[in-house]
């Protein structure tokens, strides 16, 4: 993503729970690319500026979409469910089989768009079945961010103590490394 004069900057390691917010911005940015040129580009083979666009998104989902599940896998649905054993554990658990859903709606995408690009024509099952993987990323992705943003970030903002989210920092600084 280009830089945006006036923009918030993005969090740091010291912020973990910035982080993530952050990273849900761009996840729906590539995720509106992946739904718009499906959208706008039916019946024509996508233009070299469209299919740099999507190759961009499906190049973040499998980085950045990757590290930003572990790091909600691996460093904070651990952390919340050592301090709110109760509260945290059900919508926990229907996060994780989100990642796992999208990680299967993702694949399709990437499958039916590499062969849209590849052929330069998609026929009319094709395009029904990314434009149906794509809807259900976008609906799957606006519930799942709505649960973590409004539910489990708060959540975890009340109950992780400052050396802990310190730690989580850490570990998604390492990540990155």
Known sequence: MGIQI?????????????MLKDCHRRIEHFLGILCTVVDRAQGRALSAEEIAAVEAAIRYFHVGGKRHNADEEESLFPRLRQEDAVGALEELAGLEHDHQTAEGLHNAAETLYRRW?????FQQAEYDELRSAT???KQLYAEHIQIEEQVVFPRAARLLG??????????FRLRRA
């Open 162 to 171: 400052k050396e802990t989210v310190l730690a989580m920092g850490e570990e």
């Open 117 to 121: 690009i590849e052929a330069g024509a």
């Open 135 to 137: 809807q259900r990323l």
């Open 6 to 18: 006036g923009a918030k900057p993005d969090s740091g390691f010291d912020d973990p729970i910035g």
